[in-house]
């Protein structure tokens, strides 16, 4: 019989379910991995083999994160990478990157996951796509096993070098056919297709400025005889722009349709520059957008036409990017972000507090290509996260609970749930010992500075 899980007396029960109730005095009563019931805390059991007062919470679905280089929050502030629009600040840190090992990608990624678990995500994707030395993917799968988060595992690739007119260095690129071979093997390895699955692989060579013409149309062409998604880097910056119209002769958003990269199961990070015709291509083929604000913001990139791609009909979720362009990876601060940049671009009225959550957690499952996450809903993957409301940053901000959540300083979770498992319970993660994580990463940074120097 499976462990049943109640949630009750939630001060707001934010559902994202059909007709978005917030349900005050909320409960959630769970069964193993999936939720059964919603309600007030009046209508559902008193009893389960687990049970969390939520008194004073604000709870809400699992955030999720469309966007993440994990191995970066080996290179926070890097001097020579602080200033510079992304061109020049990915010249800066290829040489650093290139002295990555695998236990740095396992180390990296089990501090990376304990940041989002602790501010509200449940679900995220990595996008790894250099892998100098021993890496491999299996290392950033290993580790979201061990600390219990789902994972979109994407297995990027970088191909075209400088000698072919790419950026990267030739030392970290790799034989197009080894990518298309790894890449298989992870699928067939570790892709789970079902309902409510913890572990997929998504097919994601890195950018049009590191991969050629014949690795995007062969890596389309292989996720869809697996039935997997798709993600890269698309019109991130005017360098990015000009570097499509030079070498392709097109826009970033006509290339991705000529490389069979547009439809439900394609989503591409960033989209700063995407025109009009390529929102509407994206909102005509259901193409989605990883929106990341504030590594836009950091690299001086540009602000994110979102209003105008969710009026359009494109998917759109939320994304933290890498910590060497972002230097933090707090989903709910991401969520707080994307509604004040779309304020500052296009007026006061451009994003509310609710939308931008909605962002964070259907938009995110939608572009994620899942059914099963992003609400709180009978039938749903039991993914559940509570704000305590007690703090000194949200005093005052008691009139409407759910928009302090976003407009106020972030806060991290009380409690997180994940696939029907008390992941953090009162402020502590539980599956790993992250003060011991936290050491070796900071000793690997230090390694990977000085091998760099």
């Known amino acids: 019989m499976s462990r049943t899980l109640l949630i009750k007396h ?6 994202m379910d059909a007709q978005r109730r917030e349900i005050e005095d909320g409960a959630i009563f769970i069964r193993g991995n999936v939720i059964e019931h919603v309600g007030t805390t009046d209508d559902l059991p008193r009893d389960a083999d687990e049970v969390i007062d939520a008194t004073g919470h604000v709870v809400t679905p699992g955030l999720v994160n469309t966007h993440h280089h994990m191995y970066q929050s080996l290179t926070r502030v890097i001097p020579a990478a602080q200033d510079g629009e992304l061109f020049n600040w990915l010249t800066n840190l290829y040489p650093v990157w290139a002295n990555l090992t695998g236990e740095m990608v396992h180390v990296s990624t089990l501090t990376a996951m304990a940041e989002l678990i602790l501010s509200g995500c449940t679900t995220s994707s990595d996008h790894l796509y250099i892998y100098p030395n021993d890496c491999r993917l299996d290392d950033s ?7 219990g988060m789902r994972f979109h595992a994407a297995r990027g690739a970088m191909s075209v070098g400088r000698s072919k007119g790419g950026l990267p260095p030739d030392s970290v690129v790799e034989d197009e056919a080894a990518i298309l071979q790894d890449t298989q093997r992870l699928i067939e390895t570790y892709h789970d297709a079902s309902r409510h699955a913890m572990q997929r692989i998504v097919v994601a060579p890195c950018s049009p400025f590191s991969v050629s013409r014949d690795l995007m149309k062969e890596a389309a062409l292989l996720a869809r005889s697996h039935g997997v998604s798709l993600h890269t880097h698309l019109a991130e910056n005017v360098n990015d722009i000009a570097y499509s119209r030079e070498k392709f002769n097109m826009t970033p958003a006509e290339y991705a349709e000529d490389c069979g990269w547009v439809g439900h199961d394609v989503w591409h990070a960033h989209c700063v520059q ?8 994206f909102a005509r083929t259901g193409t989605g957008v990883a929106h990341c604000p504030c590594s836009n913001m950091r690299l001086a990139s540009g602000i994110a036409p979102v209003r ?3 009026d359009a009909g494109v998917p759109v979720g939320l994304g933290v990017d890498g910590s060497a362009s972002n230097d933090g990876a707090h989903m709910l601060g991401e969520v707080r972000q994307a509604m004040l940049l779309q304020r500052v671009g296009f007026g006061p009225d451009a994003m509310t507090a609710r ?7 259907l938009g995110g499952a939608k572009v994620l290509n899942r059914d099963d996450i992003g ?12 704000f305590k409301l007690d703090g000194v940053g949200f005093a005052g901000a008691l009139h409407d609970p759910v928009a302090a959540l976003v407009f106020c300083t972030p806060a991290n979770v009380n409690h997180s749930v994940i696939n029907g498992k008390v992941v953090v319970k009162d402020g502590v993660l ?6 011991v994580v936290l050491e ?7 390694e990977l500075a000085l091998k760099a120097a």
């Open 355 to 361: 939308q931008a959550l909605e962002l964070a957690t």
């Open 141 to 147: 799968i290993e580790a979201a096993h061990t600390i």
């Open 430 to 435: 539980r599956t790993v010992d992250l003060p």
């Open 375 to 386: 609400s709180i809903a009978p039938g749903m993957s039991a993914d559940v996260v509570m």
């Open 308 to 310: 105008r791609m969710v």
């Open 274 to 281: 995407l025109d009009d015709a390529g929102i509407h291509l």
């Open 440 to 446: 070796r990463h900071n000793r690997l940074a230090e």
């Open 10 to 15: 939630a001060r707001v029960l934010v559902t």
